[in-house]
């Protein structure tokens, strides 16, 4: 009797030749010849030293032996059968619903999740309306959230404060030593207030907080910063803005900062959820992928001072 283990193959032909009572439809199910199947039990039968079936006239019976095999394998197998089958179908991938403004979700929240380890990202539905979603009905699972201070009834993590700055393209930041050369090369205004309690506009904050007077005419107005980072690009003129609006521009150095003074809103962007969705795991994942993101663009203003609208300094989470 041999001490080693028997082949696999062998043994799944014994638990299917037992299992059927006949070498012939064992021999169907493993897609072998009958010739095959006796083969390799009698080669079981050699390495264990005894029969393992009583052989007769046109059947087989199970020794007592071989009905001990099979009471022993027969579970075995299906074991291994359920194994592979669960293997091979697919896993059911978690479904995240995440709502937020528009220019949050595509300009630094989806290159996050972009960057993010696939083999355990969830499957995100995106909503870049600008309606906000009720969270606790359930027509989103997270929120992107710009506010000043969380409420009570959700569960809230801070993400991202954002920052202004003037940025220009380099050719022109050569010509531009003081606050009031931006002047010369044209001002980009942005028609609208971060903070909605705040009526002074960020050009207004960051002049006064370099004790200059605010200039009185802009060479160009805009709708939104978004559109004043492009114009910016495109016109050579000054545009205050920074954070994730701006982040392609100044990676890749289409637009620098010339001064190292920035305006932080007292408002600042949130991870919202329903609480108890905080201790998942999809929750957990989207927090780590979303503030990482904003460690790399806060990068961009590691060695500025930053001060919010009152003069008091701004940490940036």
């Not at 638990?15 to 095959?36: D, I, N, P």
């Not at 290159?111 to 870049?128: L, T």
């Not at 309690?197 to 904050?205: G, K």
Request: proline share 5%; net charge positive; with cysteine.
């Amino acid at each position: 009797m041999s001490k080693r283990l028997p082949s696999l193959t062998a043994l799944r032909t014994f638990e299917a030749a037992a299992r059927h009572l006949s070498f012939v439809k064992a021999a169907g199910e493993l897609s072998v010849t009958a010739a095959a199947v006796g083969f390799q039990i009698k080669q079981l039968e050699e390495d264990l030293g005894g029969a393992l079936f009583l052989r007769k006239h046109r059947a087989v019976e199970l020794t007592s032996r071989g009905l001990q095999l099979s009471t022993e394998l027969g579970p075995a197998f299906k074991t291994i059968n359920s194994a592979w089958a669960a293997a091979q179908t697919p896993l059911k991938q978690s479904r995240l619903k995440v709502t937020g403004p528009p220019r949050a979700l595509h300009d630094w929240i989806l290159p996050a999740v972009s960057r993010a380890k696939k083999n355990i990202a969830p499957h995100i539905s995106w909503d870049m309306t600008k309606e906000m979603k009720d969270l606790a009905t359930g027509q989103a699972d997270l929120a992107i959230r710009w506010a000043r201070e969380p409420t009570s009834e959700l569960h809230w993590e801070p993400l991202l404060r954002t920052w202004f700055t003037p940025l220009v393209r380099p050719d022109v930041a050569r010509y531009i030593e003081h606050p009031q050369d931006l002047c010369k090369s044209g001002l980009i205004g942005v028609d609208f207030r971060v903070d909605p309690d705040q009526q002074e506009a960020m050009w207004s904050i960051w002049y006064r907080l370099n004790n200059l007077e605010m200039p009185t005419k802009f060479a160009l107005t805009c709708a939104d910063t978004a559109s004043a980072v492009e114009a910016a690009v495109s016109t050579g003129q000054a545009a205050m803005a920074g954070s994730f609006l701006a982040r392609e521009h100044l990676e890749n150095g289409t637009l620098v900062a010339p001064f190292q003074i920035a305006v932080a809103p007292f408002s600042r962007f949130w991870l919202v959820c329903r609480k108890g969705t905080e201790r998942t795991e999809e929750y957990r994942w989207f927090l780590e992928t979303a503030r990482e993101s904003a460690d790399r663009i806060n990068e961009f203003a590691a060695r500025m001072r930053i001060y919010h609208p009152d003069g008091s300094t701004a940490a940036l989470l």
